[in-house]
């Protein structure tokens, strides 16, 4: 039977209702009676004790609010009597300890991945088409009408049959559905994704070479068989300035990359030309490259979150977090990131960095980001969404205390600002906003080659080059939303499942993905979503 309510930690001195409880309901938990005084919703979290203005909110263990007023035990947890509050930071205060899961059945799993001359290995083959600056957005969508048109063929999609048939005169999606295409590709080991962007150009020279930064780390990363690159030729983002980030990143790059200028190619029909009979003949030979066997270690897992809920700090975070644990146990790699969604647990995360250095560097990279905001006139307790509050992520250190779930309880193996390359296996730190676009765009620049996305409201969104995992906090947006959901975690709440076992079918989920037996929700609906992070200006 599934229980009522929960709390998190012993510590908490708030508890969470793990389903709708009117007023007036008597709830027991751990030897105490609690008499509930309004209804409360799912997700949503009531008193413990009676508060007084200025006492502290406790959940995960932490700091996550502030009583702003008196509130009395069984009364429910608000944005009107509670504040945003996390604890202080002092640096390094102690070495924590970590006992790695039992990884018998993990250490000598494989996956069938796309092996790369500098010892990568990717989960997709795909040849990347991108602008250095937004002036070439142009010629890449005709580009990707070409391509798509003449290599791919793919299926028309149910909604575009549906039209043609209301335009001969049918009246139902069914008559569509019957009339779908087979799949025709000419090649079917390749990929050819393409991406615009709005940068380059135009901002400050910074966000510029960032972006430079972001596409050296997307053509590195192994899903990435070879590129062509669009360039005008009087941007900020210059063509050197990308191929000296590429260079300082993968001095000995064998990967194809087709590199055209408009300013020097004459018209739009020589340019695009010559840009697909080269393409066409890196593509062509990026289709020879064949799937191997490779050690699960091989893997870079990208560990995010994004419409959340009251339920992702206790179900789908927290298996993420027992993946990442095996991950750092059995030698691979995982990167945690959102930073102002980490505010308010700074003090365990700088305990857990194995080197004081990077404890030093997450510290300045939350203090400048969040200054950053600040001058914005914002602040990181502008976090939680709408949604987020409605379904009782009420302040952002409730919000991070659950988020950071995710990066489990491994050592912090190195702090990454945002474009620098995971190198290092085991658990790393990425400096990125919270926004799930920008987040997920950073993490596949870094190396993920997979990346795991919970949720608990649904968010519709996905990646060019890496697979994006959706999972549910709960099974209601599990079913609700079966299009985009590709794991349920919401069998946590009810019972059904502990954490270790949920977190054991999502890596054999993974596993499958990795090997390109089974496509994402995400892939399956061509979300390919690409936006870089301009410093500053996104939470």
């Not at 406790?58 to 007023?69: D, E, P, S, T």
């Not at 190619?265 to 695009?272: A, F, K, N, Q, Y």
């Amino acid at each position: 039977m599934q229980k009522k309510v929960l709390k998190v930690n012993p510590k908490d001195n708030v508890i969470v209702a793990l389903m709708d409880l009117p007023a007036g309901e008597s709830v027991h938990l751990d030897g105490t009676d609690y008499t509930i005084l309004k209804d409360i919703k799912a997700k949503h979290k009531f008193a413990a004790v009676d508060f007084e203005d200025g006492d502290h909110i406790l959940m995960y263990g932490v700091i996550v609010g502030k009583a702003n007023q008196s509130i009395s035990q069984g009364e429910v947890i608000t944005t009107e009597n509670v504040k945003h509050q996390s604890a202080k930071v002092v640096g390094k205060t102690d070495t924590l300890g970590w006992t790695p899961p039992n990884v018998d059945k993990w250490k000598d799993r494989t996956f069938m991945g796309y092996h790369r001359e500098d010892g990568q290995v990717g989960t997709e083959n795909v040849w990347l088409f991108f602008p250095l600056v937004f002036c070439e957005n142009k010629n890449i969508e005709t580009l990707k009408d070409i391509f798509e048109k003449e290599l791919l063929h793919d299926k028309a999609s149910k909604h575009q049959l549906l039209l043609r048939s209301l335009l001969n005169g049918g009246a139902t999606a069914d008559v569509a559905v019957e009339e779908e295409e087979p799949d025709t590709r000419v090649f079917k080991n390749i990929d050819v994704r393409f991406i615009t962007h709005q940068g380059g150009c135009g901002g400050i020279r910074q966000d510029a070479e960032a972006l430079g930064r972001l596409f050296a780390g997307y053509v590195n990363n192994p899903n990435v068989a070879g590129a062509t690159v669009l360039s005008l030729g009087c941007q900020n983002l210059q063509v050197q300035i990308f191929m000296d980030s590429l260079h300082a990143l993968a001095p000995n790059n064998k990967k194809p990359i087709v590199v055209y200028e408009q300013q020097k190619s004459g018209t739009i029909d020589e340019m695009l030309t010559g840009v697909i009979k080269d393409s066409y003949e890196g593509i062509k030979k990026a289709n020879e490259i064949e799937r191997k066997p490779a050690s699960i270690t091989k893997l870079n897992i990208g560990l995010e979150c994004g419409g959340s809920d009251g339920f992702s700090g206790i179900s789908a975070n927290p298996v993420l977090g027992e993946v990442s644990d095996i991950m750092a146990a059995v030698g691979g790699t995982t990167m945690l990131a959102e930073f102002p969604e980490l505010c308010g647990v700074e003090q365990e995360l700088v305990n857990r960095c194995i080197n004081d250095e990077d404890g030093v560097k997450f510290l300045k990279l939350m203090k400048d980001f969040e200054a950053s905001v600040v001058a914005a006139g914002s602040g990181f307790d502008m976090n939680p969404s709408p949604g987020n509050i409605k379904d009782g992520l009420i302040t952002d250190a409730m919000k991070s205390a659950g988020a950071s779930k995710k990066g489990g309880a491994a050592p912090i193996v190195e702090v990454l600002d945002f474009t620098e390359y995971a190198t290092k296996p085991g658990l790393n730190l990425l400096c990125t906003p919270g926004n799930d676009a920008e987040c997920t765009t950073a993490l596949v620049g870094s190396g993920a080659t997979v990346v795991l996305f919970t949720t608990g409201l649904g968010t519709p969104m996905g990646n060019p080059i890496s697979p994006v995992v959706k999972i549910s906090s709960n099974t209601v947006l599990a079913e609700k939303m079966s299009d985009i959901i590709d794991f349920n975690t919401g069998t946590v709440i009810s019972g059904e499942k502990t954490i270790p076992e949920a977190a054991d079918e999502l890596l054999e989920l993974i596993i499958n993905v990795a090997s390109g037996e089974v496509k994402t929700k995400a892939d399956v609906l061509n979300q390919n979503d690409f936006i870089p992070w301009r410093r500053g200006v996104s939470l």
